[in-house]
């Protein structure tokens, strides 16, 4: 059987959440009349503190749709290098006018003082965050290191958006609600598919406005959708049941980590691995990431090359003790060093 480590947004539904899709009160949503998606909303609004909250297609949509109703034409955006707005949604060509520029978070849990202020120079600036951090391996950033970009941002009449796809993840490692991460953002992205196993589906929150304005570029973007209680039914059952069980993902992550980590030709930064998500780097005297990649697959074990030599595990609902077991003694045979024999 397959191990799929690719990514967390692959997991199945519970049978509970097939009975919710089936039994879905629907409506037109283009027209605000879905229950089944209103009810949602609003539950996602009050679990995050905010004041209204729009369902997506996705979260890259959730991330495009904040920054159209937030950012000015001719803002200075400020995205993480490697956070997934700078690397994934492809955001840059909705705003011709507006200047784009990086930072670097540590580890993706600390922002230099000297990029906060940075970007307090330019005009309306937005800074993204993200939280947790996918390519530095869901690394969970701090509270006070959102409070201390959200109070300087704000106080130059900027604004801050937060991507917490994982931002769940984020709660349940650190034990801080997620409404207290997200009150240091204006507006929020949630995913409901990667480990709340929701089939498909996203949350962008915010002020009662704003979210008015996203509702409006969401219509104009052709994602309106009809009767779309069908997918918000299970995403109510996600957000009222999976939060808890994240932490289960987060211990098998652990031991993967620690497991591997004792395999020779792997190295993993144990301290960061904070969430469910583990990244290995390989150094073997004959093969690179790219084939141990392929011999995986070979193996039936599909994972992520996140970099030349760095490869990226995502513990989910799906994955099992025994599949660590297993991934554990595939790779030491991969990487067994045949001249040593």
Same mark, same amino acid.
């Given at each position: 059987?397959?191990?799929?480590?690719?990514?967390?947004?692959?997991?199945?539904?519970?049978?509970?959440?097939?009975?919710?899709?089936?039994?879905?009160?629907v409506?037109?949503?283009?027209?605000?009349? @879905?229950?089944?998606?209103?009810?949602?909303?609003?539950?996602?609004?009050?679990?995050?503190?905010?004041?209204?909250?729009?369902?997506?297609?996705?979260?890259?949509?959730?991330?495009?749709?904040?920054?159209?109703?937030?950012?000015?034409?001719?803002?200075?955006?400020?995205?993480?290098?490697?956070?997934?707005?700078?690397?994934?949604?492809?955001t840059?060509?909705?705003?011709?006018?507006?200047?784009?520029?990086?930072?670097?978070?540590?580890?993706?849990?600390?922002?230099?003082?000297?990029?906060?202020?940075?970007?307090?120079?330019?005009?309306?600036?937005?800074?993204?965050?993200?939280?947790?951090?996918?390519?530095?391996?869901?690394?969970?950033l701090?509270?006070?290191?959102?409070?201390?970009?959200?109070?300087?941002?704000?106080?130059?009449?900027?604004?801050?958006?937060?991507?917490?796809?994982?931002?769940?993840?984020?709660?349940?490692?650190?034990?801080?609600?997620?409404?207290?991460?997200a009150?240091?953002a204006?507006?929020?992205?949630?995913?409901?598919?990667?480990?709340?196993?929701?089939?498909?589906?996203?949350?962008?929150?915010?002020?009662?406005?704003?979210?008015?304005?996203?509702?409006?570029?969401?219509?104009?973007?052709?994602?309106?959708?009809?009767?779309?209680?069908?997918?918000?039914?299970?995403?109510?059952?996600?957000?009222?049941?999976?939060?808890?069980?994240?932490?289960?993902?987060?211990?098998?992550?652990?031991?993967?980590?620690?497991?591997?980590?004792?395999?020779?030709?792997l190295?993993? @930064?144990?301290?960061?691995?904070?969430?469910?998500?583990?990244?290995?780097?390989?150094?073997?005297?004959?093969?690179?990431?790219?084939?141990?990649?392929?011999?995986?697959?070979?193996?039936?074990?599909?994972?992520?090359?996140?970099?030349?030599?760095?490869?990226?595990?995502?513990?989910?609902?799906?994955?099992?003790?025994? @599949?660590?077991?297993?991934?554990?003694?595939?790779?030491?045979?991969?990487?067994?060093?045949?001249?040593?024999?």
């Amino acid at each position: 059987m397959t191990i799929d480590y690719r990514t967390d947004s692959g997991t199945q539904p519970t049978e509970e959440m097939r009975l919710a899709m089936y039994r879905a009160s629907v409506g037109d949503d283009y027209y605000g009349e @879905d229950p089944s998606v209103n009810r949602l909303e609003k539950k996602a609004a009050d679990v995050l503190g905010k004041e209204a909250a729009l369902l997506t297609t996705t979260a890259t949509l959730g991330n495009q749709l904040a920054l159209l109703a937030t950012a000015w034409p001719e803002s200075d955006i400020w995205v993480e290098k490697q956070s997934h707005i700078a690397s994934h949604d492809y955001t840059a060509f909705l705003f011709p006018n507006a200047s784009f520029h990086h930072y670097l978070a540590e580890k993706g849990v600390r922002i230099r003082e000297d990029d906060i202020e940075a970007s307090c120079r330019g005009t309306h600036p937005v800074f993204c965050l993200e939280n947790t951090h996918n390519r530095h391996g869901g690394t969970v950033l701090p509270a006070t290191e959102m409070k201390k970009v959200y109070d300087r941002v704000k106080a130059v009449g900027g604004s801050v958006h937060l991507d917490g796809s994982r931002l769940f993840n984020a709660s349940v490692a650190s034990g801080v609600a997620a409404k207290a991460f997200a009150r240091y953002a204006d507006t929020a992205v949630i995913c409901l598919c990667k480990g709340l196993c929701a089939p498909v589906g996203a949350i962008l929150a915010g002020p009662a406005p704003v979210i008015c304005q996203a509702r409006e570029w969401r219509k104009k973007m052709g994602s309106a959708m009809p009767q779309a209680g069908i997918i918000a039914a299970p995403a109510y059952v996600a957000l009222q049941q999976m939060i808890p069980r994240l932490a289960e993902d987060h211990r098998l992550a652990s031991r993967l980590a620690h497991r591997l980590a004792g395999l020779p030709y792997l190295s993993v @930064d144990l301290p960061f691995v904070q969430t469910n998500i583990v990244l290995v780097r390989v150094h073997h005297p004959e093969k690179s990431a790219t084939q141990v990649v392929r011999e995986l697959k070979q193996a039936g074990i599909l994972v992520l090359q996140l970099a030349r030599d760095t490869i990226r595990f995502v513990i989910d609902r799906q994955i099992h003790p025994e @599949d660590i077991s297993r991934t554990e003694k595939t790779l030491q045979d991969i990487l067994k060093d045949k001249a040593a024999e």
